[in-house]
């Protein structure tokens, strides 16, 4: 455990701790990375492009400065260095990311690179005779190249391809991981089809592309929980979640329209990806059929924009999740109105956001109460929450920001009965922040980038949470 005296300074820990600052027996506290944030090694040992490497490649003016994840980190040869600062935070579990394009550089199984299936099998096994569990995404965002030439997302078979890489992961990571996300905020990712410049790889057919593209990754999703529950399951016997990016919405007035439209914006949001998966009846929410369906005739369309499931696949992807990954950071303000183009998504939504307020803690733990109401049944697993600044190492910003969202989870869960599998903050170290590039820095451990080595070195905020993960408790505050 590392020794400090400047936590001490901003939080005086009482002698006395009451069973509410205790979280949960079994309670999981880590840190989450993603791929193509840390490794670096972009095109090493055989590694295929992804659509990141791609889009700020050939674009480097929708990043920041041009800073793109060819180097990064360098986690890709610092893993161990890696591992070595998630035990000095007691880490219990570490959430990161595989590159598809590290294993299967066409996207497809005829080429299985070894150095990659090598890479993770060492990550997993140092984090294993650590002591500290894999939580594994197999898909944050960064979609090999090849598959995007067929289309990416928006092209149903990519749903195949994602089953078969699945197959791979299950096969030769299965027996040692135990916690896997298939998605990491699909409502993210998808606006690479919607939006320029934003998030890879920049093909807009806003309204069209970003349904197309949800509707692929839902059913992908569906039939990659199957395919775990019918070969694997009972010899690897695992959880398979996917992590949504839940944030809170508050009306921006108190008018009727403004109230209507928070629920409308969470469905669009949110609804359309946890509906299909979480929901009772499944299949998308009403709200969203309705008026796409509608706007679609309205513009003479032959057709809705958003596509239909099958009987088949809506049974298949009910009850699709051993587990509700959440990923939250802050509350925004949202509006009755139709802004965005013709046709967007946001315009189909008749909502949208005025304003945002990082400092809301009580946001998450409204979020963890409406996940339960919602989707009554499902365990939940906070996979992400964190703070950006500008640097720094006394990062009281971050501190203070981690300890009172955990204080609001804490609450949710001893207060409000919400059953709250684990945490694991954004993020071990600061990365490559995608279009922000390296100019935002979120973690708990400063990483120089000027550095031959990237050399790291632990904040404020890593001594904090290195006492929180090792006690399970929570400072009492003064
Ligand atoms: C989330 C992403 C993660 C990181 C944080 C700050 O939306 O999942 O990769 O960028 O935001």
Same mark, same amino acid.
């Given at each position: ?23 949960? @027996? ?63 935070? $007691? ?18 199984? @005829? ?34 190249? &090849? ?57 807009? &057919?806003?309204?069209?592309? @970003? ?25 690897? $016997? ?9 944030? $809170? ?181 600061? $990365? ?47």
């Amino acid at each position: 455990m590392l020794v400090h005296v400047l936590f001490a300074a901003v939080l005086a820990v009482g002698s006395a701790q009451t069973p509410a600052n205790t979280f949960p @027996d079994g309670f999981l506290f880590g840190c989450a990375t993603a791929a193509y944030q840390v490794e670096g090694a972009w095109n090493e040992d055989g590694k295929g492009e992804s659509i990141w490497d791609h889009m700020l490649h050939e674009h480097p003016e929708y990043g920041n400065n041009g800073d793109n994840g060819d180097v990064t980190c360098d986690s890709y040869h610092k893993y161990k260095e890696d591992v070595q600062m998630l035990k000095a935070i $007691n880490a219990d579990v570490y959430r990161f990311s595989i590159s598809w394009s590290r294993i299967l550089p066409t996207g497809d199984i @005829d080429v299985i690179n070894q150095p990659g299936i090598d890479y993770y099998n060492n990550l997993i096994n140092e984090l294993l005779d650590n002591g500290i569990q894999p939580v594994v995404t197999m898909y944050h965002w960064d979609l090999p190249q &090849a598959l995007q030439y067929l289309g990416g997302w928006p092209n149903g078979l990519i749903a195949d391809y994602f089953v078969e890489y699945a197959r791979v992961l299950f096969d030769n990571f299965g027996d040692r991981v135990k916690w896997w996300i298939t998605f990491n905020e699909p409502g993210v990712f998808v606006s690479g089809y919607a939006e320029v410049g934003t998030a890879a790889p920049s093909q807009p &057919a806003p309204g069209i592309g @970003d349904y197309l593209a949800i509707h692929t990754l839902l059913r992908a999703h569906g039939r990659v929980y199957r395919l775990y529950d019918q070969q694997y399951r009972a010899t690897q $016997n695992g959880s398979v979640g996917i992590t949504l990016n839940i944030q $809170n919405i508050e009306p921006a007035s108190n008018s009727t329209e403004d109230l209507e439209a928070v629920d409308r914006y969470m469905q669009f949001e949110d609804g359309i990806f946890a509906h299909p998966i979480f929901s009772e009846d499944g299949d998308y929410p009403a709200v969203v059929r309705q008026r796409v369906d509608a706007n679609s005739e309205a513009e003479g369309r032959p057709r809705s924009r958003l596509p239909t499931f099958t009987q088949e696949e809506i049974e298949y992807l009910r009850g699709s999740a051993d587990f509700f990954g959440l990923n939250h950071y802050r509350t925004y303000y949202a509006a009755a109105g139709e802004t965005g183009p013709v046709p967007s998504k946001r315009r189909d939504s008749g909502a949208y956001t005025i304003s945002s307020n990082e400092n809301n803690p009580a946001g998450l733990r409204k979020i963890l109460n409406w996940i339960t109401a919602e989707y009554p049944g499902y365990p939940i697993f906070v996979t992400e929450n964190g703070y950006g600044d500008s640097g720094g190492l006394n990062d009281t910003g971050r501190v203070e920001y981690l300890t009172n969202y955990l204080s609001a989870l804490l609450e949710a869960i001893n207060t409000d009965g919400v059953e709250v599998l684990g945490y694991t903050m954004w993020t071990l170290m600061d $990365n490559m922040e995608w279009t922000s590039g390296f100019s935002i820095k979120m973690g708990l451990y400063e990483v120089d980038f000027d550095s031959v080595n990237k050399t790291r070195t632990p904040r404020l905020s890593a001594y904090a949470m290195s006492e929180i993960f090792e006690s399970k408790q929570l400072p009492v505050l003064n």
